[in-house]
C-alpha cells in the first residue's frame, strides 16, 4: 500500500477516501475507503507476525496461527525447516530400531539398557566381528564377566586351552618390542612391557687327578688340576699365592651352588683321625661352613659330600678348604680298580643360581 491520507483534526470516518495501489510498484493508484481497506485485512485467515522485533509485540485480540508457519497437508513425522521446506526423512525410532541397540555415548550415570544387549554390531563393522559377540561396557569401574565371548581378534582355542590372539595385544597403548614380556606392576595397575634382564650362564665343573696329602693340622685348600671345559663357562680355575691351582673363579657376579665330593682316605694304623672341611671366598673363611669326619681304622675310606651357597662378584674365587689331625690321611686319586673309571681326589661344580 502506498500512503494513507492524513487529516489535519478529525479522525477519519469508514467512507473517508484513502488513495494508494492494489498492487506494489504499479504505476496505476486506485481510491479506497477505511472500511474497504479493514474489510481486505479480515476477509483473511491469514495472520502475518511481527518479525525482527526487540520488545513484546501486543496483538490484541489477534492471535499467530499455526497455519501460518506450517504447510497445509503435513504429516506427523514431519517438520518445517529453516529454509521453510518440510523434511520428510525417517529417523530412528523405538518401533523401528529392531536389535540395534545404541550406546549412550559421554553418558554421566548408569544407563539401563533392560533386557538388551550392547551389540559388537553396532561399533565395529561386519567385516570384523562376529555378529554374536557380546561387547563389554567401556569405562567400567568394576570386573566385567563375559563368560566364553571375547574381543575381536581374540579365539579360544578349546582343544588346547587357551587364548589365540591373531593381532597384536595393546596394553597401555604399546605392543611392545621383541623380546619384552609382559609384566604385572600388582593391585591396581595395568601390567606394563618390560625387557627382561638377560642371564649370562655361568657354571663350572673342575676335578683333581692327584692324590693330595698333609703333615697333619694343616689349613690347606684342594687343588683342582682339571677342567671339564665342555661343562663350563664364566669359571676358571686360578693358583693361589704358592702356585696350587685352588680357586674357583668366577667372570659373573651372582649367588653360586658349590658343590663337592672328595675322596678320603686313612693310610695307616692309629687312633681316629678327624677331617675339617670348610670354605673360603677370597681368603676368608665363610662363617658356619664347617663339617668334621672321623676315620677311625687303617684302610678307611670317607666321602665327604655337601654344598654351599655363597655371592661372589666378578672376579672373586671360592676355596674348599680341609684339615686333618694326622699326616696318615690323604685326598686319594685311585685309577687301579679294574672296570671303573678312575676316582679323582676331589671334584667340584659350581652354577650361578640367581
Known sequence: MAKISTYASVAPSLSDMLIGTDVNDMDSTKNFTVGSIINLASSSSLLVPYTGANANVDLGTYSIESSSFIVGGGLSTQFLKA????DSTTYLSTSTAGATYVPYSGATQDVDLGS???TADVLFTTDRVQTSLIVPETGAGGVIDIGLKLAPYITVDTANQRVDLNKPLYVDSSTGTAGQILTSQ????????????YVVPSYGSFYDTTTQTTVGNENLAMKFNTTDTSSTSGFSITNDTLGRPTRITSTVTGIY?????????????????????????NNVDIPN???VLTLANNGDFLVAAWNFYTPLTAGQYVEIMWRATASNIELQRNTTIPSVPGIPSVIATIEKVS
Not at 651352588?257 to 671366598?281: C, D, E, M
Open 83 to 86: 529454509d521453510g521446506t518440510l
Open 116 to 118: 538388551n544387549n550392547l
Open 186 to 197: 600388582g593391585s591396581g595397575s595395568e601390567p606394563t612391557w618390560v625387557t627382561p634382564a
Open 257 to 281: 651352588n658349590v658343590q663337592f665330593s672328595a675322596q678320603l682316605h686313612k693310610t695307616s694304623t692309629g687312633p681316629a683321625q678327624q677331617v675339617y672341611i670348610w670354605f673360603r671366598v
Open 289 to 291: 661352613s664347617a663339617t
